[in-house]
């Protein structure tokens, strides 16, 4: 079956320094897939969502949504409908819980729909509903990641870019979340791309992943293809 | 070996009680695992013990014999206390041998203007930026790595700092399966050498694996204590942290 590329990341270069980020990287997403980046730490995972959302700078090749190249500036790809979570979760510590998830929502000129959609994040997130007037910086780092992630849903993006979502969440909550990731791809069809150690959970509701290794694909395939093949014991055992 | 004991510890942030009166004890030659839900107070308790928060009342005990009213950050080295942070702290814009040799050498005003590093530190450096892998980056700045590679670097300065005890929040977040096994070497390790590990951590297979002892928290409170399979089994601890 023909699904629509609804992204393209084609011939990318990336430096750090003299370090090869990305190393001539071709990849394509389709429309409602969660797709798995998988890979040993500073294999470029990271990079490549950075890379999309403009954040790093890219020495040759182009990014392509929706059939045209986008400008990789942060500003125009939140306009186009891609959110980014950050590792580390990156919330405005000194703004409250609300003030960081608004700005989540910063392109949605309707005060009604904003309301509505700040609604429905923290359904997902219910604990964040009693915190919503306490300064970001006094919640756990658990709690932090939901404002992260709540924060990068409001918009209710085409394409979400989530970098370790579960990295610091209690063992029920990664539960929880990787049910709500699911649920969001289903109901509203929004197309993920997401960067995960915890690949068990992960590959449970993935539809296909790629492996990579020094800037490079190492792997690509459906799910079904990692769990019959000797990709994932590779993984675990550090081959790739 | 230090032990450290805390009683009666309590802080609060703007009426939440973040650690609320609690006595605990971290024992030497144990990894004693530290868990609990998100906001429970496990991160809270290894910054008053490390003195990033100060806390509002209790007592801190070393080693039986030293008591604390008040932990200053700068006295931890002295009391052989070290840690890694959840978020990791480097310094961002030194290399990364350099985040290891500024833990390694004295620095009085006049001492780090004229620092020289002696062929001890640079031993002692290469030894601990190996055992994490992280030798072949010894050049490049802390800010150019991967998260993973700064979480193990900040792994290597704990490590380049001999301490009595160890304070380890998270750190296998973020890292591949393959990482994770050194990080659990190290730790078992450092126990088999006597050391007091505390380990925060959220996953539940390493914290079976490693722990000797666990404590679980929530809101700010003691909500059990014992061998990691017995506590892990209680339903309390289901219902408030792992989930069916």
Redesign the interface.
Known sequence: MNKNILLQLNNIHVH??G?KALDNLSIKINEGEIVALM?????GK?TILKTIFGLVPIESGEVVFLGNQIKLEPYEVVELGISFVP???RVFKHLTVLENIEIGGHAIKSRAVLKERIKEVLDIFP?LKEKLS?KSG??????Q??VALARGLVADPKLLLLD?PS??????????VFQKIKEINEKRKTTIVVVE?N?KSLLEITDRAYVLDKGKIAAEGERKEFFDSGILKN????KI | MSTIKIKNLYKHFDGIKAVDHLNLSFESGKITGLIGPNGSGKSTLINLLTGVVPFDSGVVIISETTKLLRVKPYDMASFDITRTFQDVRLFEQMPVIDNILVVLTKRGIVGSLFEQHKKYHLEKAKEVLERVGLWEKRNELAADLSYGQRKLLEIARALAMNADIYFFDEPFAGLFPEIIKVVSSILKELRDKGKTVVLVEHNMELIRELSDYCIVMDSGELLAEGKPNDVLSQKAVIEAYLGE
């Open positions: 750090y320094g370090v890979g040993p730490n500073g294999a990271s590792q580390g979760r604990m306490q006094q919640l756990s780092g658990g709690q990641q939901m370790e990295l610091g969440l209690a063992p029920k909550v990664v539960k929880e150690h690949i993984i675990f055992v550090g």
